[in-house]
């Protein structure tokens, strides 16, 4: 799946880290629809996993600098998430390969972009208007 605009949510930043998280899944769907050999997806993948623990921390320590009320029940989302891809990662070696995992995690991640950071956005517009783009 491309990134498109509509999913931007206004913050820099995270909008920059969401695409390049698009970016991430394109080139695994990529890989999968090539039928690459399933190291190089896993390697796809790890980098995925790695980019994603990076970006929730940055989202999470933002969420903290801003003291959003809702900070815990979205960091435990995100440790959610990153506890199902492990698990999927792990499922990759009795099927090896990527594509179950992709619509999952694209489903997920469409979702989390589209309703629950633009939860956060919502109290960020209010309590520090700067960080929004105009
Ligand atoms: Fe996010
Ligand atoms: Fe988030």
Redesign the pocket.
């Known amino acids: 799946m491309k990134w498109n605009n509509s999913f931007a949510i206004g913050i820099e930043t995270i909008d920059e880290q969401h695409k390049k998280i698009f970016e991430h899944l394109l080139a695994i769907e990529n890989a999968v629809a090539k039928r690459d050999p399933w190291h190089i997806q896993r390697f796809l993948l790890s980098q995925l996993a790695d980019y994603m623990k990076f970006h ?1 921390a940055v ?1 999470e320590a933002l969420l903290e600098i801003v003291g959003y009320p809702g900070r815990l029940g ?1 960091k435990e ?2 440790s959610h998430i990153l506890e199902q891809l492990a698990e999927l990662e792990r499922g990759m070696k009795e099927n090896p390969s990527a594509d179950n995992l992709v619509r999952f995690f694209e489903n997920w991640f469409l979702n ?1 972009v589209l309703q ?2 633009r939860e956060y956005v919502v109290y960020i517009r209010k309590e520090m208007p700067a960080l929004l783009r105009a």
């Open positions: 929730l989202e979205h989302a995100h989390h629950g950071d």
